[in-house]
């Protein structure tokens, strides 16, 4: 009797092996990969985990297009990131829902799409600081302290 194998499988084998090739290539476990979970392909933060490779997630639902979800993703492991639609002017009011959302784990941010410059090509060095400076609070260089009110790693 001859066995079958489904697609998702045979998907599953070759993304594992090309993970493990890559962190060997890489120098094996002193990198960590980043996952951009989208509701479209959370599945392979988990096959990447299972076959040892130091993955974490980035919840960024827009899939890059820099659009504010309607309600963060939780997160369900101590360290993730979180991208789309954040801004200068938005940054703390989302970083507030992005903390509930993680339960208090650390997190991280990306930042793209509301830092540009107006034709797109470029970063708006302007907007970068005013990001940064939003967020200063929020930043954790040097572990806990009374000011900080969250662990953000930009």
């Keep these: 009797m001859a066995s079958t194998t489904t697609r998702d499988q045979v998907d599953r084998a070759k993304f594992t092996g090309l993970l493990s090739d890559t ?3 890489a120098g094996g476990s002193n990198y960590q990969y980043i996952f951009q979970l989208d ?4 599945s392979i933060l988990a096959i990447a985990r299972q076959a040892g490779i130091n993955a974490v997630p980035l919840f960024d639902l827009s899939g890059g297009a820099g659009q504010l979800p309607q309600a963060w993703p939780r997160a369900d492991v101590a360290y993730s990131g979180y991208a789309g639609g954040l801004s ?3 940054v703390i009011e989302q970083l507030k829902k992005i903390e509930e959302a993680a339960w ?3 997190i991280w941010v990306d930042v793209e799409t509301h ?3 107006a ?4 970063f708006d060095l302007d907007k970068v600081r005013a990001f940064l400076e939003a967020v200063k609070l929020w930043v954790d260089q040097a572990g806990p302290s009374e000011e900080r009110r ?3 790693h930009l």
């Design 23 to 25: 962190s060997k290539m």
């Design 39 to 42: 509701d479209v392909n959370n």
């Design 88 to 90: 200068p002017e938005n």
């Design 104 to 106: 208090g784990h650390r």
């Design 115 to 117: 830092v540009r410059s």
């Design 119 to 122: 034709d797109d090509q470029t």
């Design 150 to 152: 969250g662990a953000v």
